[in-house]
């Protein structure tokens, strides 16, 4: 296991041990991961975390539920926990404020620790982010329907991108296996059931606690996501008074993958303001 690239250092976080990478030195950042099935933290950020950790102090989690950080039983995977997770992760690496990097299910609970606990964050950089309510779209409907195989592995994946060249047999391969590893179907089955609209709205911030927000936020966008629709950032942009939209082409719902230097230069230049 320790081998796996995917495997960082497992530390305590409120009694749930978490599979948590810590890369880099200087003023604390957290990446939090989207909810796609076989997603771990690695998985989501290994080509934006050596860009930052030359300037910051890059913390990349399993979030409760996913990747090899422990599944509590009879855990039930609210907002609530999530947020109790991040919180209690902060604390145990003794971190008073963190900026964020939030993509998708991660920028969702980004917004969600802003506004339930402004004093621990500092800056947000929202992705493909959910945070608004918006009719669910069917490529997310797929990807929290998912039932393991590699044929619905790839369909997923050729969702979630826009240049189908880096939907690879070996990507396909990875994902799939993350994905049946044992227990971990049984709960992200568990996560978001139909049906499943109910979700996006779960995952969304009150409208008025995101106009009162006043964090600097940075949205990125790709404007061909197929997932979480480029909407859901445009409001985001309206509601949230200190932000900026970007909203790029040529990039689906990894935008950090796709377009992967210009992302890291927006979130470098803009963190270290």
């Known amino acids: 296991m320790a081998e796996n ?10 009694g749930i041990g978490t599979n948590c990478h810590d890369i880099g030195d200087g003023p604390p950042v957290l990446l939090l991961h989207g909810s796609g099935p076989g997603v771990t933290a690695w998985a989501n950020w290994r080509l934006v975390w050596p860009a930052l950790a030359g300037h910051f102090r890059a913390i990349a989690p ?3 539920g996913f990747g090899y950080t422990e599944r509590p039983t009879n855990a039930h995977y609210t907002m609530d926990l999530w947020l109790s ?12 404020r963190a900026s964020i990097v939030g993509n998708s299910f991660g920028g969702g609970l980004a917004l969600a620790l802003a506004v339930h606990h402004p004093a621990r964050i500092d800056r947000l950089v929202l992705m493909g982010s959910s945070g608004v309510n918006f009719k669910i779209t069917p490529g997310l409907e797929a990807v929290w329907a998912y039932e393991p195989s590699h044929e619905n592995m790839r369909e997923l994946i050729e969702l979630f991108a826009y240049d189908q060249s880096i ?3 070996d990507l396909v391969h990875m994902r799939y296996e993350a994905s049946i590893r044992p227990g971990y179907q049984d709960t992200y089955a568990r996560m978001f059931p139909a049906p499943r609209q109910r979700h996006v709205r779960s995952l969304a911030c009150d409208e008025g606690a995101l106009r009162a927000l006043d964090k600097e936020t940075l949205i990125v966008h790709g404007r061909d996501d197929r997932i979480v629709p480029v909407e859901a950032s445009i409001r985001l942009h ?11 082409g040529h990039s689906g719902h990894w935008t950090q993958i796709e377009q992967n230097r210009r992302f890291c230069r927006l979130v470098v230049d803009f963190l270290a303001e």
């Open 62 to 64: 399993d979030m409760v």
């Open 238 to 248: 309206d509601l949230i008074s200190p932000s900026q939209l970007y909203v790029l």
């Open 85 to 96: 997770h991040a919180i209690a992760l902060l604390d145990t690496l003794e971190i008073e």
């Open 167 to 169: 939907v690879t047999d």
């Open 5 to 14: 690239p995917e495997i960082g250092n497992m530390v305590d976080a409120g």
